[in-house]
C-alpha cells in the first residue's frame, strides 16, 4: 500500500465517521439555530432602535413637522402622536407604546420618559426647541431666519482627512470578529477532537492493530486530515448560512466583504488546524486515559483563548495598532487574528505573506517535532510518558 493510500484510507475513515455521528449533525443544526436567532434578535433590535414613537401635548404639537426632520437627519425613523390628557399618555410611557411624551411649550418643553430615554431622541429635541427660540427671539429683533441662515450658508470647518474613510468600516468589524469567533471554536472543538481519538485509540489498544500496517506519521497525519476536513465542512456550512441570513435580514451588507471574508477563514483555518491538530495528537498520545488527557492539553488550549481573547480585544480598539499587527504575524496568534485583520481591510500583503510564511514553516516544524512524539509515546501503555522521553527514545 502506498503511502497516499494509507493516509487517504484514515482520513476517509475519521471523515465519515464523524460526519455520519449525531452529535456532528445536532451540534452543527444547533450553531445554525442560534446563529439564526442572533440574525433575526440583531435584525429586531436594529429596526426598534432606528424607529421611535412619540407623543405630543398641547402647545408641543406645533414640533411634529421640525422634529420628525430634525430625527431623520440622526437617522432615526419617527412617529408623532397628538394627545389630550397627559396622565392617559404618561400610561402609554409606562407601558412602552409610547417612547417619550413631549409637553408644554417653548422655551419650556418637558419630555416624559419610562426609564433613561434615548440620547439621540433627546438631542434631537433640544436642536428643535433651541431652534425654535432663535426664531422667537429673531422676530423679536426683526431678522428673518432666513437671512440668518444665508449668512451663514458658507461657514464652516474645512476638514482634511489624513487617511480615506471605509464606509464598511463597522460591518468589516463585524464580519472579522465573527471570523475569528468561528476560527476559535473550530480550532479548539476539533483539535480537541483529534486528541481524544488518540487516547481512545491507544487506550483500546486499536492503535496496535492499526500500526502493524501503518506507519505512525501514516496514521497521525491521515487523522488530522479526516478530521480537519470535518471541522472545514461545518465552518463553511455555518459560514455560508450565517452571510445568507445576515444579507437577507439586512444585518450586514455582505457583498464581496463576506465572500472575501469567508475564502480568508478557510485559509487561516487549514493552517491553523494542521499547526494545532498536530501538537494535540502529540500531547495525547503522552496519556493512556482520557482522565488525564486534560492536563496535556491545557497549555495548548490556553494558547488558543489567550489569542481569541487578546485579538477580540486589541481588534475592537486598534486593529492596525503596532501590538495586534505583530501578534498576527507569529504562527500561534495568526490563525485567530490575521485572518479577522485582513476581513477589516487592515492587514497589508506584506503582513499576510510573511504570516502565511511564518505559518508554514511552523507548521513543517511542529509536524516533525510532533510525529517524532507521537510515534514514539503512541505504542507506550500506563503511566504518563514524560515529554524528555518522547524525544529521546
Known amino acids: ?30 450553531i445554525i439555530a442560534v446563529l439564526a436567532g442572533y440574525v433575526v434578535l440583531q435584525s429586531v433590535l436594529f429596526d426598534d432602535h432606528q424607529h421611535s414613537v412619540v407623543g405630543l401635548s398641547g402647545q408641543a404639537t406645533q414640533l411634529s413637522d421640525p422634529l420628525r426632520e430634525k430625527a431623520n437627519a440622526f437617522g432615526i425613523q419617527l412617529e408623532t402622536r397628538d394627545v389630550t390628557t397627559e396622565s392617559d399618555a404618561e400610561q402609554l410611557v409606562r407601558d ?29 429635541l433640544n436642536d428643535v426647541l433651541r431652534q425654535q427660540v432663535l426664531v422667537a427671539q429673531l422676530a423679536e429683533t426683526g431678522t428673518t431666519p432666513q437671512q440668518v441662515a444665508e449668512s451663514l450658508a458658507n461657514v464652516r470647518v474645512a476638514v482634511t482627512a489624513l487617511e480615506p474613510v471605509d464606509p464598511q468600516r ?11 469567533a468561528l476560527l476559535y471554536y473550530s480550532l479548539l472543538v476539533y483539535g480537541t477532537m483529534v486528541a481524544q481519538g488518540v487516547v481512545e485509540e491507544k487506550s483500546s489498544r486499536v492503535v496496535e492493530i492499526l500500526l502493524a500496517t501503518l506507519r505512525p506519521w501514516q496514521l497521525l497525519l491521515g487523522k488530522v486530515i479526516g478530521l480537519g476536513a470535518v471541522g472545514l465542512l461545518q465552518l463553511l456550512v455555518i459560514s455560508t448560512v450565517g452571510l445568507a441570513l445576515s444579507s437577507a435580514f439586512g444585518v450586514v451588507d455582505v457583498g464581496s466583504v463576506g465572500g472575501t471574508a469567508l475564502a480568508t477563514g478557510v485559509l487561516w483555518y487549514l493552517l491553523g488546524f494542521f499547526l494545532y491538530a498536530t501538537v494535540f495528537a502529540a500531547a495525547a498520545s503522552l496519556v493512556s486515559r482520557q482522565e488525564e488527557l486534560q492536563s496535556v492539553l491545557t497549555p495548548i488550549s490556553m ?20 501590538t495586534v499587527m505583530v501578534l498576527s504575524l507569529l504562527p500561534p496568534f495568526a490563525p485567530i487574528l490575521m485572518p479577522g485583520r485582513m476581513a477589516m481591510g487592515v492587514a497589508t500583503p506584506w503582513q499576510v505573506v510573511l504570516a502565511i510564511v511564518l505559518a508554514l514553516a511552523s507548521i513543517a516544524a511542529i509536524t516533525w517535532l510532533g510525529g517524532k512524539v507521537y510515534a514514539n509515546a503512541v505504542l507506550r501503555t500506563g503511566a504518563r510518558v514524560k515529554l524528555r522521553e518522547a524525544f529521546r527514545t
Do not use: C
Open 170 to 180: 463597522g460591518q468589516r468589524l463585524a464580519i472579522g470578529l465573527v471570523v475569528a
Open 303 to 322: 494558547t488558543i483563548i489567550v489569542a481569541f481573547v487578546a485579538g477580540i480585544n486589541l481588534m475592537i480598539g486598534s486593529p492596525s495598532g503596532q
Open 96 to 124: 412602552g407604546t409610547l417612547d417619550a411624551l413631549v409637553t408644554g411649550a417653548p422655551p419650556e418643553l418637558k419630555m416624559i420618559v419610562k426609564d433613561s430615554g434615548d440620547q439621540v431622541l433627546t438631542t434631537a
Open 1 to 30: 500500500m502506498t503511502s497516499t493510500r494509507a493516509v487517504g484510507l484514515v482520513a476517509r475513515r475519521e471523515f465519515v465517521t464523524k460526519v455520519r455521528t449525531r452529535s456532528f449533525l445536532v451540534g452543527t443544526a444547533v
